[in-house]
């Protein structure tokens, strides 16, 4: 059982940046793919990006791509993700989760652990 923990959300202006963390703790972080997904308040779950076990590909969703990218580091049982030229429109909760796949088109079929999440507002 992996238990995820995200950090680092909070407020900023648009055209900032931040750094979300998600740690893990039980099981084996490095088995995993891991990658985050955002939620806005009224939308559906949006896929952001995914990196392989050994960091080796990453994948990102449109609207993303260009300004936000993924990272790990198993030695410490942590994925990132930096974002950065935050635009209004990237508000939202922010999730990690460890997936038996990393491609972008299979990782939620292979989701087994969800995180809590964090909450990034980008004001205008």
């Known amino acids: 059982q992996v238990q995820l923990a995200e950090s680092g959300g909070g407020l900023v202006q648009a055209g900032g940046s931040l750094t979300l963390s998600c740690a893990a703790s039980g099981g084996t972080f490095s088995a995993n793919a891991m990658g985050w997904f955002r939620q806005a308040p009224g939308k559906e779950r949006e896929f952001v990006a995914a990196?392989?076990?050994?960091?080796?590909?990453?994948y990102y969703g449109d609207s993303v791509k260009g300004r936000f990218t993924i990272s790990r580091d198993n030695a410490k049982n942590t994925v990132y993700l930096r974002v950065k030229s935050l635009k209004p429109e990237d508000t939202a909760v922010y999730y990690c989760?460890?997936?038996?796949?990393?491609?972008?088109?299979?990782?939620?079929?292979?989701?087994?652990?969800w995180g809590k999440g964090t909450l990034v507002t980008v004001s205008s």
């Open positions: 990196i392989r076990w050994n960091g080796g590909n990453t």
């Open positions: 989760a460890a997936s038996t796949y990393s491609g972008s088109s299979v990782f939620m079929a292979g989701i087994k652990y």
